[in-house]
């Protein structure tokens, strides 16, 4: 079946560093790839997704290329605010309409 | 905007209460979800639905029944509860085809659920 495996949290790291949240996957077929970001007390939104292969997501800084051939869509940002402290879900969708999510990375950005 | 609404935020029930968690979505999704996420968990699929009169299980269905008598409203419902059942659920939904899978989810609030 289909999977997510995303980098262990939690990540600390000081405002302005540069951030990369590992996820590799495994899928039949041709997923969709996502990141959502989850504030706290608040539901998971849509940070950006690419949908084929060499397809770079991006929003608000974030980035995330798709990458067939090593199966990853990992997550940077070059410069962390502290208002990115969040709970990050790398997560695939196939035709089914059904997605999988990782288990979530904890970011928490100092001042 | 309302997009995903649920109701109640919170609850507490006691050990064998029955309750139902309210869904709500306004953008005419075909597709509707119900998740639970525990304590530094990702999220588990309890059941969804492709459209108004057809569910189908998840992950994790024991101990939960879903309905869907409309496009809009997908409520999930606890019979016995039990304090494995403890967790914050997520309702969401997409727009998506069998020929596609670029279509994002989108969730509401989530409920705050303690069985004790």
């Known amino acids: 079946g289909n999977s997510v495996t995303q980098m262990e949290g939690p990540v600390t790291l000081s405002e302005e560093a540069f951030l990369t949240i590992n996820c590799t996957y495994t899928?039949?077929?041709?997923?969709?790839l996502f990141w959502y970001v989850q504030y706290p007390g608040e539901g998971l939104q849509l940070l950006l997704k690419?949908?084929?292969?060499?397809d770079k997501g991006s929003n608000k800084g974030f980035e995330a290329t798709y990458r067939k051939e090593t199966t990853s869509f990992h997550l940077e940002k070059g410069s962390v605010q502290v208002s990115d402290s969040a709970v990050y879900f790398c997560a695939l969708s196939t035709n089914a309409g059904k997605s999988t999510f990782g288990d979530g990375t904890t970011l928490t950005v100092k001042p | 905007n309302a997009g995903v609404t649920q109701t109640p935020k919170f609850r507490i029930l006691k050990i064998g209460q029955s309750m139902t968690l309210q869904c709500a979505q306004d953008m005419n999704h075909n597709y509707m979800y119900w998740y639970r996420q525990d304590p530094g968990m990702g999220l588990k699929l309890i059941y969804y639905?492709?459209?108004?009169?057809?569910?189908d299980k998840g992950e994790v269905p024991n101990g939960y029944n879903v309905s869907r008598s409309t496009t809009e409203d997908f409520p999930l419902r606890l019979e016995l509860a039990a304090p494995s059942q403890t967790s914050v659920y997520f309702c969401a939904s997409s727009y998506s085809t069998p020929a596609t899978s670029n279509q994002p989810q989108h969730f509401g609030d989530g409920t705050r659920l303690s069985i004790l």
């Open positions: 639905s492709v459209g108004a009169g057809i569910t």
């Open positions: 899928a039949t077929g041709y997923p969709s």
């Open positions: 690419a949908t084929k292969a060499d």
